[in-house]
Every structure is written in C-alpha cells, then in structure tokens.
C-alpha cells in the first residue's frame, strides 16, 4: 500500500498542507492512529519551519487526549511524504551559516528545539499512546535519530539508513547514542557512529536497531499488522512498553548534555569540514524531491 493509496483510500479526519506547513497530519479514527507526514523544504530535512510543525502537532495531540479522556490517540506514526526519502537529517545549510558566523547561542538553540521532539517521541508525549516511525527510503543523520526515538521503529526492505556525520568530522548529537547505546550496547553504538557507514533495513533489523521489517511498499501494511496484533493484547503491550520505559530510560538532561557537547564540536570545524558540510547541501539540493 503506497502513502497515495493509503491517503486515498482511508476515510478520516485530515488536514492538509497550508502554503507554510511542511507537516501533513492524517487521524484514522477506526484505529485511533494519528499520522504525521514530513515534508521539509527545500530539502527534506528538519528546518526550523518542520520542527516548529511537528511541536504544534504534539501538543495538539496532547490537547485532544485531556480533552478525550486519554482515548482519542492510541498511536501517533512519524512518516515522510517525500518519495524515497525519510529525512537526510538535520539542517546543514543552517549549521554551515551558524559556524562560519560563530554563532553558538543559535546552534545550540537548534539543538533544544530538536531534542525536545526526540524527547517526547521517547516518553510518548507523555500519554498512554505508542509512537511508530515508518522508514521508507533514506534515513540519515538526524532523519535516523528521529526514527529511532519512536517505541516501534518499521523499515521497508532497502531502505538507506544511517549516520554520516562523521563526513564531516561531526557526530550525531540529538539523541542517537542514547538510543542506540541501550539497544545494541555501548561499543555497537560508537562504532556505528564513528564508522559513518549506511546500512539497509535489513541489517538494522538483524541487529535490534529495527523493530519490524516490511515488503518495499508495504509499510503502511505492516504497522496495521503490528496494531491488529497488538490489539488482540492490549494489556501485555502496553505493560511491556512501561517495561522498556523503566529499563531503557533516557533523561532530557542526558540529551541536552550530549547536546551541548554537539554544539562546542560544530564549533571547532575547520573550513574542510565546512566545505564537506556544504558539498553535501549542494548535493542534496540538486535532486529532485515530489
């Protein structure tokens, strides 16, 4: 089932993109699912305008669930509307822009901003709800930090997922070796981060990194399988992912601490790094995104 299927054929509640919005949000009120499909520009990655978009969603899902006694979400799924493309991560051209001008007070402002998505996703919002990330395409740099800080992270077969940074002498720093620390082990972890290698969804799946791997195109099938599933078990579902909360639990002041520590390392890039860094803007901008 591709994202035009699915949109097409499902009858719910949806909001579409307004002329700034880079968020499409979608409720399926037969399985109390809310759907949020990334869009960023001009490249799919998370501006500023995107972060902003995925904020006022959460706390409008949070709005709706006290106003709905805690019964209106039972699932919230970050997606991307991009064909092909997940997210290539945080935005370098504004990185490269706050470097040069040495500007510490905006990338570390940057860093908050994204860290507390990364942090609500992880907490569920703070609900009795679950947060599924659909991979379907590439997923880079902080693209793969947002997807790995859902409970429930799906992949389609030959997705791209991985952490470049270190391309240009950086390290992912919103979240990525909290999550990946507690899932694969703390050496796995740093190797996968210092070795900047892509890597598909079927060897994160075989490594614990992906929790359910789907059929290319049928990402949207799979998450409906997984909710079919979890429906017949609510009960034991939902007592494992306070479990996983409990053993796997990971503090806003650890992430803004790496953060800080993120914002120094940008800081101390040469003007090599910084060229990579915009090579790969200019890369990315000279594709062409549906």
């Known amino acids: 089932m591709s994202n035009v299927a699915y949109f097409s054929e499902v009858t719910a509640e949806q909001q579409s993109y307004t002329d700034e919005s880079q968020l499409k949000t979608h409720y399926d009120s037969k399985n109390k699912i809310g759907w949020y499909m990334m869009k960023g520009a001009p490249r799919p990655s998370y501006t500023k305008r995107l972060l902003s978009d995925i904020d006022n969603f959460y706390q409008a899902v949070k709005k709706e669930m006290a106003d709905t006694n805690g019964e209106k979400y039972d699932y919230i799924v ?13 935005d370098l ?13 905006s990338m570390m402002e940057y860093t908050r901003l994204s860290i507390d998505l990364v942090y609500q996703n992880m907490t569920h919002l703070g609900e009795n709800l679950t947060t599924i990330s659909l991979i379907q395409g590439e997923a880079l740099g902080g693209g793969f930090e947002s997807a790995i800080s859902s409970n429930i992270v799906v992949a389609e077969r030959g997705s791209k997922i991985g952490l470049p940074e270190v391309m240009f002498n950086l390290f992912p720093g919103m979240g990525a070796f909290s999550v990946l620390s507690r899932k694969i082990g703390v ?40 909710i079919k599933s979890a429906q ?28 800080e520590v993120w914002a120094d390392a940008a800081m101390k890039l040469s003007e090599k790094d910084l060229r990579m860094m915009e090579r790969l803007v200019r890369r990315q901008s000279s594709r062409e995104y549906s």
């Open 232 to 259: 017949k078990n609510m009960n034991s579902y939902r007592a494992m992912r306070q479990v996983k909360d409990i053993c796997n639990q990971v503090s806003y002041q650890e992430l803004i601490d790496i953060g």
């Open 78 to 90: 970050l997606g991307s509307v991009v064909e092909g493309v997940f997210s290539l991560g945080g």
């Open 93 to 105: 051209n504004l990185f490269s822009h706050n470097i040069r001008s040495k500007d510490r007070h």
């Open 187 to 226: 050496a796995a972890a740093e190797k996968m981060i210092l070795s900047g290698c892509l890597y598909t969804a079927e060897q994160l799946y075989d490594m614990g990194v992906v929790d359910i791997l789907a059929e290319e195109g049928d990402g949207e099938l799979a998450i409906y399988r997984y």
